[in-house]
């Protein structure tokens, strides 16, 4: 055999038994893992893409014949590319309708507006027939004081035992973060809109 062959051989059964320790090691943590429970996801950080995971998430739960929500704070009312798809398939949507705060700057409008799309947050949070529940963009919602985070907490902590909830939005409260059983943090390396392309129907909303 050849020195050439011989070294190839050398990497391969090294390639190997690097692999066989990962599997291992990954085989061991799944075989521990075996409580089954609802879990509590916060999609957070400054980078773009969080509410497009959140998307992701219900898409999958869909797919697998779960019963999915959606809450939307802070959308507005211009074309939801995934709300189209998504209410064709039964998933309920409750939007709070009155644009981006820093638009409206109607403080009091806000409020109200938020209020009533948290109502009917907590009645999701209160049913057991429903699977998951993406709240879009809470996280400004407690930010900007509109709503107690008490309220909040309350209706995350007492919900059913086996519904997921997905929270996403920028700075997310720390209580939030702490009871949160998975967090994420997007962070920005590189942004179009720094450059000055705009937001673009069917790319970004």
């Not at 998430?57 to 211009?78: D, E, L």
């Not at 998933?91 to 009533?116: I, K, N, P, Y």
């Not at 996403?168 to 809109?193: M, N, W, Y």
């Amino acid at each position: 055999m050849s020195a050439d062959k011989q070294s190839e051989n050398h990497k391969a059964e090294r390639h190997k038994a690097r692999q066989q320790k990962v599997k291992e090691a990954v085989d061991a943590k799944i075989a521990k893992a075996q409580t089954e429970k609802g879990v509590l996801l916060v999609m957070t950080g400054n980078g773009k893409g969080k509410t497009t995971a959140g998307f992701g998430n219900i898409t999958r739960a869909v797919g697998h014949g779960k019963k999915a929500a959606v809450v939307q704070f802070i959308k507005g009312n211009w074309p939801c590319g995934e709300r189209a798809v998504l209410e064709q398939v039964g998933v309920e949507f409750h939007v709070m309708a009155t644009g981006f705060t820093w638009e409206t700057q109607d403080r009091e409008a806000d409020t109200l507006a938020a209020l009533s799309a948290w109502e009917a947050a907590e009645t999701l949070l209160k049913d057991d027939t429903i699977d998951i529940v993406l709240l879009d963009e809470l996280t400004y919602m407690v930010s900007y004081h509109y709503l107690e985070l008490d309220r909040v907490l309350e209706a995350l902590k007492n919900r059913p035992p086996m519904q997921h909830v997905i929270i996403t939005g920028r700075a997310c409260h720390r209580t939030i973060l702490e009871l949160a059983d998975t967090v994420s943090e997007v962070q920005p390396i590189k942004h179009a809109f720094e450059s000055g392309v705009k937001a673009q129907l069917g790319f970004d909303y």
